[in-house]
C-alpha cells in the first residue's frame, strides 16, 4: 500500500483528478487530500451566499461530500483565506502546515497545481510552488516523499473541447511534450460525476453537465500528469501509474 497527498488551493479543485484519486483509493491505497483555503471568495451569485466563513463552512462540507465520493480519507481542511495564499507573510504558515501532514500521512507521491495552475488562478499557482518548495526542502521533513506531480491539461486535449463547454474561458494548457504520465481511470469516472455533483455552491445544474460533459471530451477518463521531481529511478518512457519505481 502506497500512500498519495494530493494539494489543492479550493475545494473543487480536486475535480480536476478525481477519477484517477478514486482509481489509487480503490486500489487500496491510502490517498488524502488538503485543501489549503476554504474558497471563502467562491461566489455563485444565483446560489445566494456572500462570500465569507459561512460560504466556506459550507465548501467544507461539499468538500467531505466529495472525498466521500472518490472514496479517499476525509480531507485536511488548513482554512487560509481564498485568494490570499500568494501574500509573502502566509506562504511560509502554509509551508509548515504541508509538512506537518506529510509527516502525518506519510505521504509518497504528491500531487499538485504545476506554475499553470490550469486556470492562471493565484491560488492554484502559490499552492503548486509551496508544495514544490516543502518538497525540495527534504531536511525540514521527517519523513520524504519521493514523486511530485503537477496536474495538466495538455494543448492537444484543450482542443477537443467545444467553445460550447467554455473552451473561451481562460485555459493555461501545456504543451503535450512535458506529458510524462497518463493515468487511465475510466473506470472511476462515474465516481468523479458524483464527486462533482458535491459542489453545489460553484456550479448550477446546468453547468455541471457542461463540465461533465467537457470532463468527457476533454479527459476521456484519462489523468494527466507532469513528473516534477523524484528520487525514484527515471521511468522509462511515458509512465501509466504514479507509482511507478516505489518500492
Ligand atoms: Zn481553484
Known amino acids: 500500500m502506497h500512500s498519495i497527498l494530493a494539494v489543492f488551493a479550493h475545494p473543487d479543485d480536486e475535480t480536476s483528478v478525481g477519477p484517477m484519486l478514486a482509481r489509487y483509493a480503490c486500489e487500496g491505497h491510502a490517498v488524502y487530500l488538503a485543501s489549503v483555503t476554504s474558497g471563502q ?29 472518490l472514496g479517499i480519507q476525509e480531507p485536511f481542511l488548513l482554512r487560509f483565506q481564498d485568494q490570499g495564499i500568494a501574500a509573502p507573510a502566509v506562504i511560509e504558515q502554509v509551508a ?56 495538466a491539461l495538455p494543448e492537444s486535449r484543450l482542443a477537443e473541447m467545444p467553445d460550447t463547454l467554455g473552451r473561451n474561458r481562460t485555459f493555461y494548457p501545456v504543451s503535450d511534450a512535458f506529458i510524462t504520465t497518463q493515468v487511465d481511470c475510466r473506470e472511476h469516472v462515474e465516481a468523479g460525476r458524483r464527486a462533482v455533483e458535491c459542489h453545489k455552491s460553484q456550479w448550477s445544474p446546468e453547468r455541471m453537465v457542461q463540465m461533465k460533459e467537457m470532463s468527457r471530451r476533454v479527459f476521456g477518463g484519462q489523468a494527466f500528469l507532469r513528473l516534477a521531481l523524484r528520487s525514484t529511478p ?6 501509466t501509474c504514479i507509482l511507478e519505481g516505489l518500492d
Open 41 to 69: 471568495k467562491g461566489v455563485r451569485p444565483d446560489f445566494g451566499l456572500a462570500a465569507g466563513e459561512e460560504l466556506g463552512a459550507v465548501r467544507e462540507e461539499e468538500l467531505r461530500c466529495a472525498c466521500r465520493q
Open 96 to 151: 509548515a502546515r504541508l509538512r506537518e501532514l506529510i509527516d502525518q500521512t506519510r505521504a509518497e507521491v504528491i500531487v499538485t497545481w504545476g506554475p499553470d495552475g490550469i486556470t492562471g488562478h493565484p491560488d492554484h499557482r502559490a499552492a503548486g510552488d509551496i508544495a514544490t518548495l516543502v518538497f525540495q526542502q527534504q531536511r525540514l521533513l521527517r519523513h520524504t516523499p519521493r514523486k511530485l506531480y503537477y496536474v
Open 234 to 239: 527515471p521511468p522509462d518512457g511515458r509512465e
